[in-house]
């Protein structure tokens, strides 16, 4: 046997013929066609925005009929899968956290790192608007008034006793989600405590579950054009124009929400998961891709799942329980936006807030973002709560809500970001990550369904044998 055959034949014993892998690995996943439906959606809408005029039958016709049409009805097919998708991920991560210390374990230390880092996202956009300035010198006479919807401000009390439902339907109709979390952790740990006793429900459950991840899988594949649709449509009613009166209010949200990424989330992975950040930002940039031109977190949920599961090595229990609670609860990008749009009102109307100003502006706006549920534009109307707390003109924000849109693709994908970050420290923590998914290269051509089965039977035994829950990988 040749040296070529030799090295040839462990890989494929079964195909010899080189030709079909190499068009197999040449073949593109959904997440490269995520990229290309990305790029050729801002490229299209630039070219109508400059070529074809707003007002004429091509325009309006292609852009807001058919781009809008699509675009909306992709992330309306997004929005169908969250409350039940949300709802059996955690009563079955919950279920099988099982031990229900391990669980408080698991839930005290997410809960305190995402409130942990919201605080640190929203005091990092107000020192970086001292120095950006987004509002001084605007021209409040050159930008059209918008009619601004206002947001009632909610006292901790109330926010507190929303939590709890008076109704789980209601709730699960409405897509009320910190009480669909509530409820469903609930009955998760009942049925992880009554064990054998409830295998029927379990069971229900997990294959109910399946059926949803199978749901998703079939939705994604459309994802490509709908990601194409809602960025034309985007760039093609904005344009480069768009941020010319409010590209310094842009640029220092966008410079808050890269500080967060590259010295928040990748300092806690190198100090407290000791994991190589570059290596997880190559592994995590698509489904960051995903969320920038979604605006959705709740919608990027099943990609970070699988993403997190199959490419970083994180255990689905801890995943399948932290992300759906980091979609509701955990909105660094959108307090990021919200410090810095503070800071636009105030220097553009002249009011000075002093330090109890912007003391009050990191709680109230910690609290809205994580009243603020995961779908494009609501941290906006969130905003109105942060404005009114401080005593800022709620007609403020109609000076953004034109690039609301080019603000929520970047802040939405922090916000993913910071979720994965924290499931991936906690995992880790509790050692729930497995070293070798995450080290991998090439965690596609290695992670197929069968080897998860399989690898999931192995570490089953693994327990059993040594007596350790979860594994030590």
Known sequence: MSQAEAANEPVSPENPKPEENTAEKKKLGVTTWIFIGLLSGIIVGLLFN??????????????????????????????????PLVFCSIVCGAAAIGDGKMLGKVGGATIGLYLLTTIIAITIALIISQFVNPGIGLDLGSIAGQQVSTAEST??????????????????????????????????????????????????????NVIMMRMVTLVLKVAPIGVFCLIANTFASLGLSALVPLGKFIGGTYLGLLFQLCVVYMGLLALFAHLNPIRFLKKFLPVMAFAFSTSSSNATIPLNMETLERKVGVDPKIASFTIPLGATINMDGTAIMQGVAVVFAAQAFGIDLGISGYLMVIVTATL??????????????????????????????????????????????INITGDAVVTTVVARANHMLDRRVFDADEPDAVLTDDAIEEAEVVKLHVQEASGETPAKF
């Open 50 to 83: 400059l070529l074809v005029p707003s007002d004429t039958p091509l325009f309006t016709v292609i852009v807001n009929d058919i781009f809008y049409i699509v675009g909306k009805g992709f992330i309306r097919l997004m929005q169908m899968l969250v409350a």
């Open 155 to 208: 006292s901790i009390v109330d926010t507190l006793l929303n939590i709890i439902p008076t109704n789980i339907f209601s709730s699960l109709s409405e897509g009320s989600m910190l009480q669909i979390i509530f409820f469903a952790l609930l009955l998760g740990v009942i049925l992880g405590h009554l064990g054998e006793r409830v295998n029927v429900v379990n069971s229900f459950f997990q294959q109910f």
């Open 368 to 413: 809205a973002s994580i009243g603020t549920a995961g779908v494009p534009g609501v941290g906006t109307i969130m905003l109105t709560m942060v404005f009114q707390s401080v005593g800022l003109p709620v007609e403020g924000i109609s000076l953004i809500m034109g690039v609301d849109r080019i603000v929520d693709m970047g802040r939405t994908a």
